[in-house]
């Protein structure tokens, strides 16, 4: 049986308290060597994307006790942010400010414009909140609503249409998913902002829109649209007078909410991606982040790691289900 003398137990327990704290440091070290942290928010400035990016990201940043700085690098439904971060070093200098439009809608409407792999070039981080979309009408519809509008989309297929931000956009797919729930034939008019559909659907341009709630909140509580209903799974708490969709035997297992989270070049460091989860989870839990998530129709959520990689899965698989049966094509 081995002997160990005093001074050799004494090494050995030195040496171990040696690398624990050099792990330890490794472990504190700041993102991008403590320079200034860009998070790429791959739409314009001034939109809901990013001011969520703005609530959320300046309290990441305050946890971590490190600069992270806001740069929209907009275009190409998302695409031309998300690549720069799929090209970028795997250092903890670039992150991304992410939805599901570049990550999981663009790959499957315009494959052949897309120059990264939403699965392979990325480190799912976090999700930071989720908001739903909302169905609603124009002014003097005939439908008090959702199980009327079904009747009467049924009694006219092909006569309503319906608009959204653009052909092959998360708005779009979700208007395709409705459609096919309730076995509805409307025509889609494709607009290149939700603010303008918004519009046309109070002036009574177009019939009916699908918008995010954080959008067509205002215009809902003056009266100005009609809202048949949000598309997550239980009504929204700020507008509890909106049923869900889910409610109507139509759409009886919709459930749809836009995400919003973080995520880093492909291969990032485990004690950076360690750091940067235990900061999004704390930004997501605090109390004034939750109040303001909420004013726009929003709220924290954090999904996390490999479980975050898994709830992308499951909606790229989703959504391929609905475009393949819609035939969305992005030319």
């Given at each position: ?10 090494a ?39 001011a969520t ?17 806001i ?9 031309i942010?998300t690549?720069k ?7 903890g ?7 599901a ?9 315009a494959?052949a ?10 480190t799912p ?39 959204t ?20 034939d ?7 902002s939700?603010p303008?559909?918004l519009t ?24 100005k649209v ?32 836009s ?6 070049p492909?291969?990032?460091?485990a004690?950076?991606n ?7 989870e704390?930004a ?48």
């Amino acid at each position: 049986m081995p002997r160990f003398s005093p001074l050799s137990s004494l090494a050995r327990a030195t040496a171990l308290a040696c690398a624990l704290g050099a792990v330890a440091a490794h472990a504190q070290a700041p993102l991008c060597g403590g320079r200034p942290v860009t998070v790429v928010v791959p739409f314009a400035a001034g939109g809901g994307v990013d001011a969520t990016a703005r609530l959320v990201v300046p309290k990441v940043a305050e946890v971590l006790k490190q600069p992270l700085v806001i740069e929209n690098v907009a275009g190409a439904a998302g695409t031309i942010g998300t690549q720069k971060v799929a090209r970028a070093a795997a250092d903890g200098c670039t992150l991304l400010f992410a939805v599901a439009s570049p990550l999981n809608v663009a790959p499957l409407v315009a494959p052949a414009a897309v120059r990264y792999d939403s699965f392979k070039d990325f480190t799912p981080l976090s999700t930071v909140a989720v908001g739903p979309f909302v169905l609603v009408g124009k002014p003097g519809l005939p439908a008090a609503n959702a199980a009327e509008l079904v009747k009467l989309v049924r009694s006219q297929p092909g006569k309503l249409n319906f608009g959204t931000d653009g052909v092959g956009t998360s708005l779009h797919v979700t208007a395709e998913l409705l459609k096919q729930r309730a076995g509805l034939d409307m025509v889609h008019v494709p607009y290149k902002s939700g603010p303008q559909v918004l519009t046309d659907v109070a002036g009574g341009q177009v019939d009916l829109g699908v918008l995010p709630l954080t959008l067509a909140q205002p215009f809902i509580r003056e009266g100005k649209v009609r809202a048949y209903g949000v598309t997550s799974a239980a009504r929204w708490p700020g507008l509890p007078e909106v049923p869900a969709l889910a409610e109507t035997p139509e759409f009886k297992g919709v459930d749809v909410e836009s995400w919003l989270g973080l995520l880093a070049p492909a291969n990032l460091p485990a004690p950076m991606n360690a750091a940067l989860l235990q900061a999004i989870e704390a930004a997501t839990r605090d109390p004034e982040i939750t109040r303001k998530l909420g004013d726009i129709a929003n709220k924290p959520l954090a999904i996390q790691g490999p479980k975050f990689g898994e709830y992308l899965a499951r909606e790229r698989k989703l959504l391929q289900d609905v475009v393949t049966r819609a035939q969305i094509k992005v030319e």
